[in-house]
């Protein structure tokens, strides 16, 4: 069977996400065709339904576009968090997150105060072992002195 490739001007264009939901004619200008392919539909519905699709191309264009894809992104993400929780959107992953970590900052300054009184019992004990071992070489050292069997005089 003989595969014909098509020439691209021939190829017939694919609408993107947002002309096939808005049910309108995509054409090769279409300024939310790069960010919006026709495969991901859910995307833009969520955009659409949260910030409109007019606001979504005014927004776009007031962004340089080497940055617009960066853009789109953060406009998803606000999207399905506002579609997630009406009344705080991404604030409230936000707010969520910081509460985190300064639970895991408390549970680090406590670890960091155990660590640091494990520390000090550790040298006192090392502080009793090294008398014990002093002790012990006196004794040792007392007893060779004293004992004729170790040399010393009795």
Same mark, same amino acid.
């Given at each position: 069977?003989?595969?014909? &490739? ?40 969520? &955009? ?14 007031? /962004? ?7 853009? &789109?992104?953060?406009? &998803? ?9 009406? /009344? ?26 155990? /660590? ?39």
């Amino acid at each position: 069977m003989d595969t014909q &490739v098509v020439p691209m001007h021939n190829r017939v264009h694919q609408p993107c996400a947002a002309c096939r939901m808005l049910r309108r004619r995509c054409d090769r200008n279409c300024s939310l065709a790069p960010y919006f392919p026709g495969e991901e539909i859910e995307k833009f519905a969520g &955009v659409h339904k949260v910030f409109g699709a007019s606001n979504v191309i005014k927004m776009i264009q007031m /962004v340089e576009e080497t940055r617009r894809e960066d853009a &789109v992104k953060a406009l &998803v993400y606000e999207a399905r968090a506002r579609l997630r929780d009406p /009344v705080y959107g991404s604030t409230g992953a936000i707010f969520h997150l910081q509460k985190m970590i300064e639970e895991l900052r408390s549970q680090l300054e406590s670890i960091r105060s155990q /660590v640091l009184e494990l520390q000090q019992h550790r040298d006192q004990l090392l502080g009793i072992l090294m008398n014990n071992v002093h002790c012990l070489e006196d004794d040792l050292f007392s007893t060779m002195h004293h004992d004729p069997m170790f040399g010393g005089d009795l």
